[in-house]
């Protein structure tokens, strides 16, 4: 079998790079006048679309070099690393210039200033990134090493990721199959394991309960937890997370000693509440409502109206719901308030409540393809009361419910980019091991070209989408309002990246990549889910990124 020497070097990397960050520029310009800045984006979703994305493949190949900087000042900068830089850079850059270059008549800026920014010698040195030698050799050590996760990291950060992914091989991994298939709920055992090991207070402050190790940390344990199980661990922590941010955000200093304590402890497990049946990402229409009443001589709120999509609703013990509390449907955002919602926990798959009031929840779980353990429910809120302290903020949160959500949402999206990042991995690692494994025509499938270029294209998005995400945590650790953009995007990136590492590990399973004997089946149906919730990918893309890039 005859090969290519590769011959992509960092210089190449650079210099696409900045040719990918001159057309952007350009784009963005454009994009700029075309909506006014950002005012009329809806009546040009695709250019907007296809600007947010490209600027996303940016910063992501901004930070896999600057990641090979830190490497290289610290003496990690192994030969297998920087070669899996490039080729990141030469992927994400591959793709912004098709997908700007396709809107370039869209966006008014023509051939020559594509031309321009990718002339001959720039395409020649990005088809060195994507070299098929060059992939090749990058799938090959894949194969060699099974995928094995070779992201260097500081000692902390190292003996956090080890520890999470002792705990995620041993006690998690084992049971993943079984829960899936049979839709069980989460175990007991693996809450109290994850409390016990202090990962649901990753980032809450040591004064209220939790460890606050930072958001680099929480990504990691959220990534290895993923590897393990999407599902039965993987999201286990990101919604006491979201809930999390809105009380250190607008809770009083009495809910955030009396809840936050709770979450860090797992002793209350959250649920979030949004989405309604007819509502999906325009959370501002929201209709369930709350209205002031006192029950039992207790004032409070009331609430009625359905919810849906609100996931691990049985099992946890608050719900953090979203409720119109101003009937004023025109006020939209403004007319909206956080609750913290106390209900019975259950692990059944339906529920029906009632309280000594007359106040009524039920819940059904809606069948998912995938994702299963968490479950996720249609609710039906029925003069189901709470007291006046449940209000996040109490009188003060009346109104900033909204604001307060989103703050919660980005903290959301940060995690689910460290979702994405795990289950990629998960495909990487079992699809690697599989090809080695696996004979046909005499000799095992590992030593075909097109499974080493298949692998090393893995690899590279990947580091991509890893690159970003853990730069979304370091910047969240700065200032969370300024990081949420970039939250979003590396959410974006990572999710698509899951979504089409799983499916590409699917194919290199062959006929067994359809049963569900085998685990990339079930990555593939969990990986579907992860464009969708935390924000629904064109969403993201056009009132999140999209309006960031454009309204700066």
């Not at 310009?29 to 800045?37: P, W």
């Not at 809930?243 to 002793?267: F, I, N, R, V």
């Not at 909206?336 to 209900?343: A, D, R, T």
């Not at 353990?373 to 249609?378: D, L, P, R, V």
Request: with cysteine; net charge negative.
């Amino acid at each position: 079998m005859t090969t290519r020497q590769s011959t992509a070097c960092e210089d190449d990397a650079r210099l696409v790079l900045e040719a990918g960050a001159l057309l952007l520029a350009e784009a963005v310009s454009a994009a700029k006048r075309l909506t006014a800045d950002g005012e009329r984006i809806d009546d040009h979703q695709v250019a907007t679309e296809r600007v947010a994305y490209a600027a996303t493949e940016a910063v992501a190949a901004h930070e896999v070099l600057a990641q090979l900087e830190r490497w290289r000042a610290d003496g990690q900068a192994t030969a297998m690393r920087e070669k899996t830089a490039i080729a990141a850079v030469g992927e994400l850059m591959t793709n912004l210039q098709i997908r700007l270059s396709a809107a370039a008549d869209d966006l008014g800026i023509g051939d020559e200033t594509i031309e321009k920014c990718f002339p001959a010698s720039v395409r020649s040195a990005l088809r060195r990134t994507t070299a098929e030698a060059f992939l090749r050799e990058l799938g090959a050590h894949a194969a060699a090493t099974r995928g094995a996760n070779d992201w260097a990291l500081d000692e902390t950060h190292e003996q956090v990721r080890d520890q999470v992914r002792q705990f995620a091989t041993e006690e998690i991994a084992p049971h993943a199959e079984h829960i899936h298939r049979s839709d069980e709920t989460i175990p007991e055992a693996f809450i109290e394991k994850m409390a016990e090991l202090g990962f649901f207070g990753l980032s809450i402050p040591e004064s209220y309960g939790g460890v606050e190790m930072g958001n680099l940390a929480m990504i990691l344990t959220t990534e290895e937890l993923s590897r393990a199980s999407l599902a039965a661990a993987g999201s286990l922590i990101t919604r006491p997370e979201i809930l999390t941010k809105a009380l250190m955000g607008g809770g009083t200093e009495a809910q955030k000693k009396h809840w936050l304590p709770k979450l860090a402890s797992g002793e209350v497990m959250a649920g979030i509440s949004v989405t309604e049946p007819d509502i999906g990402s325009d959370v501002a229409s929201v209709k369930c409502r709350a209205t002031r009443g006192t029950v039992g001589g207790v004032e409070g709120w009331i609430i009625d109206g359905p919810k849906a999509w609100c996931t691990f609703a049985g099992r946890a013990n608050v719900l953090a719901v979203l409720l119109r509390t101003d009937p004023d449907l025109s006020k939209g955002a403004k007319g909206l308030s956080l609750f913290v919602v106390p209900k019975p926990s259950t692990r059944e798959h339906a529920f029906d409540f009632s309280q000594p009031g007359g106040g009524r929840l039920v819940g059904k779980a809606d069948a998912t393809p995938g994702y299963r353990g968490m479950h996720s429910y249609t609710l039906n809120f029925e003069r189901w009361f709470v007291p006046a302290d449940h209000l996040v903020g109490e009188e003060k949160g009346i109104g900033r419910g909204f604001y307060l959500q989103m703050a919660g949402f980005a903290a959301g999206r940060l995690q689910t980019g460290g979702r994405g990042c795990g289950l990629a991995q998960a495909a990487l690692e079992e699809t690697a091991k599989y090809v080695v494994d696996r004979k046909q025509f005499e000799q095992p499938i590992s030593e075909f070209q097109l499974t080493q270029y298949t692998l090393g294209k893995m690899t590279a998005q990947i580091a991509g989408a890893r690159a970003i995400t853990y730069a979304a945590a370091r910047a969240f650790d700065e200032d969370e309002r300024a990081a949420a953009p970039l939250a979003a995007q590396a959410k974006l990136l990572a999710c698509d990246v899951a979504v089409s590492a799983t499916q590409a590990g699917q194919l290199m399973h062959g006929g067994w990549g359809y049963a569900e004997e085998y685990p990339i089946s079930r990555y593939v149906v969990d990986a579907t889910v992860l464009p969708i919730f935390e924000g629904v990918k064109p969403i993201l893309e056009l009132k999140v990124i999209g309006k960031a890039i454009l309204s700066a």
